[in-house]
């Protein structure tokens, strides 16, 4: 199955988006198979976006994402990267989708609630500068003998 990087960020999480973000994302079909809290270090968060390093919001960019802790979680689902990507929006909430996590949590083009890997190759780069091996779980699903038991309205996309 397909693995993606999602990052809640500092602005989503100050606004409590947290709970709302992971929900909707359980409910597209995703699986959380890795997730932590972490403040980045402004080395970490440089190292993170170095493929902007010339880009004018390079330096904003990574005061922003050092300013308070983020969520990062490895999601996995079929066709993982392209669904993550069509779910989350446009990188400027106001060119994003209406429904998309973008248009409903985002603030501006630099603001953006969440990030998302653009590539299988991304994809792999950034798990693996986030997470350990042993930090990823390859969880099966089960069925538990409980009363929270209950159906995921779950869509193909
Ligand atoms: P990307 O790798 O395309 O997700 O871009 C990295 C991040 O840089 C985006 O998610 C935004 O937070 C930020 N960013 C991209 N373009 C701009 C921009 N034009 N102005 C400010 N921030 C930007």
Redesign the pocket.
């Known amino acids: 199955m397909e693995k993606t990087l999602f990052i809640i960020?500092p602005d989503a999480l100050s606004k409590n988006f947290l709970g709302e973000i992971l929900d909707e994302i359980q409910k597209k079909g995703f699986k959380i198979i890795a997730m932590k809290m972490v403040k980045l270090s402004k080395k970490k968060a440089q190292n993170f976006?170095m493929?902007?390093k010339e880009?004018?919001?390079?330096k904003?960019?990574v005061e922003?994402?050092s300013s308070n802790p983020c969520v990062v979680c490895v999601l996995e689902r079929k066709n993982a990267v392209k669904f993550l990507r069509k779910i989350t929006g446009a990188?400027?909430p106001r060119n994003a989708k209406k429904g998309t996590l973008r248009k409903k949590y985002a603030q501006?083009?630099?603001?953006?609630a969440?990030?998302?890997s653009?590539s299988l190759k991304?994809a792999k780069r950034e798990i693996n500068f986030f997470f350990k091996k042993s930090e990823i779980f390859l969880w099966k699903k089960k069925r538990y003998p409980t009363l929270l038991h209950r159906k995921l309205k779950i869509s193909d996309g």
Do not use: I, Q
Request: aromatic content about 16%; charged content about 30%; glycine content about 4%.
């Open positions: 960020k976006y493929e902007h880009k004018p919001f390079y904003p960019l922003f994402m990188t400027d501006d083009g630099r603001h953006n969440v990030h998302a653009d991304s």
